[in-house]
């Protein structure tokens, strides 16, 4: 059994998401961030970063493991499903989760901070991170031209960057003309697997959200500014 620690975020789904994916047994415990459950000793002892999302292994010595990529990667190995066997076609997947956790993962979130969360509206850092954000989503594109997942079958790379290419509106940068990166987020979008993960540890409400924050913002507003 895996006990999973996450909170409502595109890196808490890509977690989600991959148990639903692989059929594998979890629990869930919600780990509110906005209220700084993250810093606290207990999950640090989990997760040195004090980020969400953990994993802890109950069939594997309480084995706990941070990191959403080492995750995946653990899982896939653990369940033999979403990642390829061969070294070649495992190789090209790997490359293209490393794509999402060191592009498009840093560049959407730091978009999401000064586009949406900073107190103060600096337009260079706007601009820098909505350039970014646009080849990052310019390349996905390409890689899916003539090709329904980004390494031919479905695997963890398409989970982990559909997580964050999901609400690119969040971040500011538009799509527009990126019809074969739309046609891959529909493709994902009608899964039940990322049905379900995408509903855990809640659905999000984004209007919602948005309202919400223009009433208090103070939660957010000192997770940006730390
Ligand atoms: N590289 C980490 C990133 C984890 C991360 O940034 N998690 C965010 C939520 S998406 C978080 O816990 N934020 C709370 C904070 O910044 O204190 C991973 O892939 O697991």
């Not at 629990?27 to 640090?44: P, R």
């Not at 997947?93 to 730091?110: S, Y």
Request: charged share 25%; with cysteine; hydrophobic share 40%.
């Amino acid at each position: 059994m895996i006990d999973l620690y996450t909170d409502a975020t595109p890196n808490g789904w890509k977690v989600s998401i991959m148990l639903e994916e692989i059929g594998m047994p979890y629990t869930t415990h919600h780990v509110d961030i906005m209220s700084g459950a993250q810093k606290e000793e207990w999950f640090v002892k989990l997760c040195p970063n004090g980020r969400i999302p953990v994993i802890v292994d109950r069939d594997n010595d309480d084995l706990a493991i941070f990191e959403t990529g080492a995750i995946m990667l653990y899982l896939a190995k653990k369940s033999g499903q979403l990642m390829p066997l061969d070294d070649k076609g495992e190789s090209w997947v790997i490359q293209w989760l490393m794509f999402q956790m060191a592009g498009i993962g840093p560049m959407m979130g730091q978009s999401n901070v000064f586009y949406r969360y900073f107190p103060e509206k600096i337009p260079a850092a706007i601009d820098r991170y909505h350039n970014e954000c646009r080849r990052l989503y310019e390349v996905l594109d390409r890689q899916l031209e003539g090709r329904d997942y980004l390494c031919d079958d479905y695997s963890l790379a398409d989970i982990a960057n559909w997580c964050w290419v999901r609400i690119y509106f969040w971040g500011g940068t538009n799509i527009d003309g990126l019809d074969n990166l739309k046609a891959w987020m529909d493709r994902l979008e009608a899964r039940p697997a990322c049905q379900r993960g995408i509903a855990v540890p809640h659905v999000v409400d984004f209007a919602q959200m948005e309202a919400d924050l223009e009433k208090d913002d103070s939660g957010i507003r000192s997770l940006v500014t730390k």
